[in-house]
């Protein structure tokens, strides 16, 4: 049976912390392996009293091991994006409910209710690839809007640059989400001056285009699409909550997810705001998997939790990271 642990009524830090340690414990105790993680860095559930001192996996672990907190069976398997022959990261969920009530309150918290929206969806690689949770999450807001031309648009640019002219001078309000390279294809063939779209990039040029800096890609947008700010969304296969940007690259979160920045050298210290190290995320959604998350990207974060991605470690192995050898 569902449990959220109450994570959707997180209010304030003493709710979070309390929260976050509840369901530490509950993973400690359910999931194998990152009970094996915790107990060969040799600390003890009963010494935590607060979410900083609680380990983080590193993400690689979801390409080599299952990580779950329950029993199957499992509603879906995501994965991540990935060229042919690479290892994929898997995130098998327990219950879909749990992701689209972490979606929807987010999405409600940062724009407002989805039926005000027409939803169009520029995400042809990962329609092809399927398995994508972003493409679920795209597929139940359209849904959710209930608007006569939200929908995924793929390769069909021309009709959607029509609609999208014809609702925007109408007044009405419109999210348009792709994916870096799939927005810049079609700024360079249509021109847009838009005045009630939103456009949010969910980053990927994979292997389509040369790969640019975040103002860069901004900077081509804004201009193309005729707009003040390129909104962004921060999400990944195995997290369950997205953070957003309204422009400028600033990311915001949920009461339920928490960003903390590790110290490149020594991954158990945390720096303090302001400093680049690497992203540790708490997505307390991800309540049957784990909800404590060493990333592979680097970032910095401000005194009001707003925080930044400046780039990724390279493709070598993350020193700290690799604290342990894992057998299978």
């Avoid at 600390?43 to 080599?64: G, S, T, V």
């Avoid at 990935?82 to 689209?100: A, V």
Wanted: aromatic share 12%; hydrophobic share 35%; glycine share 8%.
């Amino acid at each position: 049976m569902l449990n959220d642990f109450g994570i959707f009524h997180i209010i304030n830090e003493t709710d979070f912390n309390r929260t976050a340690l509840k369901i530490f414990q509950f993973q400690f105790d359910n999931n194998p392996i990152y009970k094996r993680f915790v107990n060969l860095l040799n600390i003890k559930p009963e010494n935590i009293k607060h979410y900083k001192d609680i380990p983080f996996l590193p993400i690689q672990f979801f390409k080599e091991h299952q990580i779950v907190s329950a029993p199957p069976p499992y509603e879906a398997i995501f994965k991540s994006s990935g060229t042919t022959g690479m290892i994929r990261s898997k995130h098998l969920i327990k219950y879909l409910n749990l992701y689209e009530q972490s979606f929807t309150r987010t999405f409600n918290i940062f724009y407002g209710d989805i039926s005000q929206y027409t939803i169009m969806a520029l995400l042809p690689s990962y329609v092809e690839q399927g398995h994508s949770s972003l493409v679920y999450m795209a597929d139940k807001l359209i849904k959710k809007s209930k608007k006569q031309y939200s929908g995924f648009y793929l390769d069909n640019t021309d009709r959607l640059a029509e609609i999208l002219k014809k609702l925007d001078e109408r007044g009405e309000k419109i999210l348009l989400l792709g994916v870096s390279y799939a927005l810049l294809n079609l700024v360079e063939k249509h021109k847009f001056n838009l005045k009630n779209t939103i456009i949010m990039e969910t980053g990927g040029m994979k292997g389509r285009r040369k790969e640019m800096l975040r103002e860069e890609l901004h900077k081509h947008l804004t201009a193309g699409f005729g707009v003040k700010s390129i909104h962004s969304e921060y999400g990944m296969t195995e997290l369950l909550s997205q953070s957003y940007s309204h422009g400028e690259g600033f990311f915001k979160s949920p009461p339920w997810k928490k960003i903390l920045i590790r110290d490149t050298e020594d991954p158990l210290t945390y720096l303090p705001d302001g400093k680049t190290g690497g992203i540790n995320v708490i997505d307390l959604a991800n309540i049957y998997s784990c909800s404590f998350i060493a990333t592979q990207d680097l970032g910095k974060k401000s005194a009001t939790g707003e925080f930044e991605i400046l780039g990724r470690f390279d493709n070598s192995d993350i020193r700290g990271c690799n604290l342990l050898i894992f057998q299978n």
